[in-house]
């Protein structure tokens, strides 16, 4: 269930319906790709080794959860 946030100011509202609409004409919108964020991971930090890869099926659950179920903004 999403509750409306009374909080959210106007700006960020626009926004927020601005998404939704471009999803509804199936116009894609940035996604979280576990893939990406360990590229951006190594760009920004310059480190290349993540070590053992027994956090990859918790990192894909992870952004399908946050994409899912997270609702998001």
């Known amino acids: 269930m999403q509750y ?7 700006p960020i509202k626009l926004v927020n319906r601005l998404g ?3 999803r509804r004409l ?3 919108v940035p996604t979280l790709e ?20 027994s956090f990859l099926p918790a990192l894909d659950k992870l952004v399908d ?3 899912g179920e997270a609702k998001l903004s």
Request: net charge negative; proline share 11%; aromatic share 2%.
């Open 34 to 53: 576990p893939e990406k964020l360990m590229a951006m991971a190594e760009k920004q930090t310059g480190l290349r080794d993540f070590g053992d890869d």
């Open 65 to 67: 959860s946050l994409e």
């Open 20 to 22: 939704k609409i471009l």
């Open 26 to 28: 199936g116009i894609s």
């Open 4 to 10: 409306p946030s009374p909080l959210q100011p106007l």
